[in-house]
């Protein structure tokens, strides 16, 4: 490991300063970015330590929730309010990583959490996300735990995160302090980029720009399902995950969000395929309908194959339990 600086930082405003530096990071429960540093794929000339903040607490604000940065999952997955009202976001923090690491892992890094593709963890194989133009060696590679949808030329990475698929379905807003001091939010759609000709740029975060809270508007659909199949019951990143928030009006579909895990570079939500199912009676043809819209785009690269047929299969099942 490199050397670096460490600096604890005593409120928003020095941390922002500290991180607008060059080479500077921030860091909380350091769970994805210590592994990072361990293998040289990052290498920050400084540390600033965000967990002093005042960043840790969940309250209720406008009927909704707020959650700070630093809240860490196992407390985001335990809280009543949350298992209540939102128990797909419950639901899928428990279905990531172990125990050990939800206790010291946090909204805000959970959020930021970069790729598990194995190329872009080797730095002796050409990454574009790790090394802008040397190439994507997954491209021809092994490809199991890639993406399908949302892919370019120059990256088939996929997002790790399961909370964030939940958060996209329950319309989130991820809130963002700059250095100059100006707050701004965004919605999950428009806070991660895809990965088009720039893939190392993952978000629309700056230099200095630090996460401190993520809101969470009253839920608009009591039925919520998040359902995760991977290649061993924990411990393990999803080959396809669905998270679904549904609300039912005299038999037909009144509301319908539905986020996706382990099939795009960022969490995906595809707008058409909530239209399709809003206002609809609920039915085996309407929820494979709803699968073809999902996968129209979609582009396999060999080893990720399967992951259209398990689409196929986990999204009807998913929509059957929340619409039952």
């Known amino acids: 490991m490199r050397p670096f600086d460490y600096l604890r930082a005593d409120d928003t405003t020095a941390a922002c300063e500290a991180g607008f530096d060059r080479g500077a990071a921030f860091i909380a429960g350091g769970t994805n970015i210590l592994d990072l540093m361990k293998l040289e794929v990052m290498a920050p000339e400084k540390l600033v330590d965000v967990t002093r903040l005042g960043l840790d607490r969940i309250e209720e604000e406008d009927g909704g929730l707020r959650i700070g940065a630093t809240v860490t999952n196992s407390d985001l997955a335990a ?13 899928a923090l428990l279905a990531g990583a172990s125990g050990q690491l939800r206790n010291k892992a946090t909204t805000g890094g959970n959020l930021l959490q970069r790729t598990r593709c194995p190329y872009f963890y080797d730095t002796d194989t050409p990454c574009n996300k790790r090394s802008p133009g040397e190439g994507c060696a997954a491209l021809g590679g092994e490809t199991r735990n890639h993406a ?35 707050r701004r939010a965004y919605d999950l759609d428009n806070f991660y980029c895809l990965p088009g000709d720039t893939p190392h740029i993952e978000t629309m975060l700056e230099p200095g720009d630090l996460i401190t ?47 996706f895990g382990g099939l795009a570079p960022q969490p995906w939500r ?29 582009e396999t690269h060999g080893g990720d194959d399967f992951k259209i047929p398990l689409a196929r299969r986990l999204l009807p099942a998913v929509l059957e339990e929340a619409t039952a």
Request: charged share 25%.
């Open 79 to 91: 809280n009543m309010r949350v298992r209540r009202h939102w128990p797909v976001l419950s639901r």
């Open 148 to 182: 399908i949808l949302g892919t370019s030329e120059h990256c088939i990475a996929l997002h790790p995160s399961d909370m964030a698929v939940a958060l996209r379905a329950l319309d989130a807003q991820i809130e963002v302090q700059s250095p100059e001091g100006k």
């Open 213 to 259: 809270s993520v809101f969470l508007p009253a839920p608009k659909g009591d039925r919520q399902v998040y359902r995760k199949v991977r290649d061993r019951a924990s411990y393990a990143f999803a080959l396809v995950s669905v998270a679904a928030v549904i609300r039912m009006e005299e038999g037909k579909i009144a509301h319908a969000a539905i986020g």
């Open 270 to 298: 595809d707008i058409e395929v909530d239209a399709t199912l809003t206002g609809a009676t609920p039915s085996a043809a309407l929820f494979e309908k709803a699968a073809d819209i999902l996968l129209q785009g979609a």
